[in-house]
């Protein structure tokens, strides 16, 4: 199982962006990378997710180098409302329904500063 | 709107009383999952199921127990055995089709705390 490693927290500023790395180095083939955004007293919420290279959606990009060993989410100019605890994930579709993707470590803790 | 229906939001046990937690998803995901978070920590697999009337224990099953009678209800018992109950507890779903590695929809959780 994959076991992941981020910074326990972050400060930024509102306006500007937000880079949060995870380390994941024995990723296996097939696993991808999701990351997921936590608000206090409330679930994860799925954010983006990557095989390899770069994925871009309305919220945010991530960012994976070749070797895959580890991958970076990017906020663009991050607001208040982006306080929260961001978790990443790998996992292996190929296992459907194993615990593969299931491990959270204790995530980010980013705040977002006025 | 689709999505996971979890509740109550708060409950209360009593020592050596038994509670369940319910968890009804619509999203038609084979996939079921429970979570307990503890404060500032990050989320530890209780059990989760792929099917209808099949379930596995997860990293911290011990004192709980589950049932999937139906695909859509995938209810948590917190028992009387497990001493240390109070804490967040999350459903999600996912689906186990489709391309790539079908993401996690979770639930808003259920809070439980001992009087």
């Known amino acids: 199982l994959a076991k992941t490693t981020q910074p326990i927290s972050m400060d930024s500023y509102e306006g500007q962006e937000v880079n949060i790395t995870c380390s994941h180095n024995?990723?296996?083939?097939?696993?991808?990378i999701t990351w997921y955004q936590q608000f206090p007293s409330q679930g994860p919420r799925f954010i983006i997710q990557?095989?390899?290279t770069k994925v871009t959606n309305e919220v945010a990009s991530l960012f994976i180098p070749a070797d895959r060993k580890s991958s970076t989410l990017s906020l663009p100019r991050v607001s208040l409302s982006d306080t929260a605890v961001y978790y990443c994930?790998?996992?292996?579709?190929?296992?459907?329904?194993?615990?593969?993707?299931?491990?959270f470590g204790s995530g980010t803790q980013l705040t977002v500063l006025p | 709107d689709g999505g996971i229906t979890q509740s109550p939001k708060y409950l209360f046990r009593k020592e050596g009383q038994n509670v369940t937690l319910s968890c009804e998803q619509n999203?038609?995901?084979?996939?079921m999952y429970w979570y307990r978070q503890d404060p500032g920590q990050g989320l530890r697999l209780i059990y989760y199921?792929?099917?209808?009337?099949?379930?596995q224990k997860g990293d911290i099953a011990e004192g709980y127990s589950v049932s999937r009678e139906k695909k859509e209800s995938f209810p948590l018992t917190v028992t009387s055995a497990q001493k240390n109950p109070t804490a967040f507890y999350l459903c999600?779903?996912?689906?186990?089709?489709?391309?790539?590695?079908?993401?996690?929809?979770f639930g808003d959780g259920t809070r439980l705390s001992i009087l």
């Open positions: 999600a779903s996912r689906s186990l089709s489709g391309r790539g590695d079908q993401p996690q929809h």
């Open positions: 024995n990723i296996a083939t097939n696993d991808y």
């Open positions: 990557g095989y390899k």
């Open positions: 994930l790998v996992g292996d579709p190929a296992v459907s329904g194993s615990a593969r993707q299931l491990t």
């Open positions: 999203l038609n995901h084979d996939a």
């Open positions: 199921s792929q099917i209808v009337n099949d379930f």
